[in-house]
């Protein structure tokens, strides 16, 4: 982690849903020590963004066919966001333009099974 890391910035999102990329977590103003997310949990002070499905929570992957890549992006801020629980990853991304000092990306598949 940076030293002159303020705050982190989580995108989960998939890139092969139907609809085009499909956000299924957003989460602003993490602080830069965290370590780990607890199930069912956010960090302390942390703010949740909108998702695509339209609410303000984590929604996992479900995909209707084939198999999916869910991609975690976290970005490490040279500040704190100034912005209000519900923002969408379109906001959040123009917020953290030329603020990430540096960043990481997660790639996990998913492909459901049958019944």
Not at 22 to 49: C, D, F, M, R
Request: hydrophobic share 35%; glycine share 8%.
């Amino acid at each position: 982690m940076p030293d002159n890391a303020q705050s982190l910035v989580l995108i989960c999102d998939d890139p092969d849903a139907m609809v085009g990329t499909w956000t299924h977590w957003l989460i602003i103003n993490i602080e830069p020590k965290t370590t780990q997310i607890a199930e069912n949990n956010i960090p302390s002070g942390s703010v949740l963004g909108k998702t695509s499905s339209g609410g303000n929570d984590y929604h996992g992957p479900c995909p209707p066919s084939g198999t999916h890549r869910y991609f975690f992006k976290l970005f490490a801020l040279d500040i704190k966001l100034d912005l209000p629980e519900g923002s969408d990853v379109k906001t959040v991304k123009n917020a953290i333009n030329e603020h990430v000092i540096q960043e990481a990306e997660l790639i996990g598949l998913y492909e459901r099974g049958s019944k």
